[in-house]
T-cell receptor
Framework: GAGVSQSPRYKVAKRGQDVALRCDPI?????LFWYQQALGQGPEFLTY????????KSGLPSDRFFAERPEGSVSTLKIQRTQQEDSAVYLC???????????FGPGTRLTVL | QKEVEQNSGPLSVPEGAIASLNCTYS??????FFWYRQYSGKSPELIMS????GDKEDGRFTAQLNKASQYVSLLIRDSQPSDSATYLC?????????????FGSGTQLTVLP
């Protein structure tokens, strides 16, 4: 079956622009996670959904970051008024639920100029 | 102190040798432990999960967990050049709403032909 997919794979934005990153999880996976990975570092948690409910958004770095999963499947991470420090790889992962194994998508590399 | 600590490396081993990767964690509430492999420019790929004390073997990989010492390790037997990658240790709680993975910074492994 298909794995986690993300789009776009690469995004270049001018500082101040809004961007939207999409994640399509593995079919049937209840849990969906967004992570941010800076160069040379491990991924860092941003937010977590169980079905359509956003249960934890404690990792979102500022109120410019917003995530949604309205129908419990596809999720969108939106970053408003992008800043250079937002440049990173944004990874989406999904799992059956609970503390189970998470499977990652290919990521979106965001570069803010 | 970071929640999950790994030696950053680089760790170099000759082809055919055993590679030993180590990880310590600070949260005694951690219940699930994972090793991910990440090739340069790619997303993390799950290679091992371990949930109880002791050893777990899967092919050339063995994960070892010692909750009393808050220590988890990954052994790669008969290392191959294709094993050259960054290995990420990740932990998660099993209770409450916290389902996210907390990652170490990764250990870069090079297997020399």
């Amino acid at each position: 079956g298909a794995g986690v997919s993300q789009s776009p794979r690469y995004k270049v934005a001018k500082r101040g622009q809004d961007v939207a990153l999409r994640c399509d999880p593995i079919s049937g996976h209840v849990s969906l996670f967004w992570y941010q990975q800076a160069l040379g570092q491990g991924p860092e948690f941003l937010t977590y959904f169980q079905n359509e409910a956003q249960l934890d958004k404690s990792g979102l770095p500022s109120d410019r970051f917003f995530a949604e999963r309205p129908e419990g499947s596809v999720s969108t991470l939106k970053i408003q008024r992008t800043q250079q420090e937002d440049s990173a790889v944004y990874l989406c992962a999904s799992s059956w639920g609970g503390p189970n194994e998470q499977f990652f998508g290919p990521g979106t590399r965001l570069t803010v100029l | 102190q970071k929640e999950v600590e790994q030696n950053s490396g680089p760790l170099s081993v000759p082809e055919g040798a055993i590679a030993s990767l180590n990880c310590t964690y600070s949260d005694r509430g951690s219940q699930s432990f994972f090793w991910y492999r990440q090739y340069s420019g790619k997303s993390p790929e799950l290679i091992m999960s371990i949930y109880s004390n002791g050893d777990k073997e899967d092919g050339r990989f063995t994960a070892q967990l010692n909750k009393a010492s808050q220590y988890v390790s990954l052994l790669i037997r008969d290392s191959q050049p294709s094993d050259s990658a960054t290995y990420l240790c990740a932990v998660t709680r099993a209770s409450g709403s916290a389902r996210q993975l907390t990652f170490g910074s990764g250990t870069q492994l090079t297997v020399l032909p």
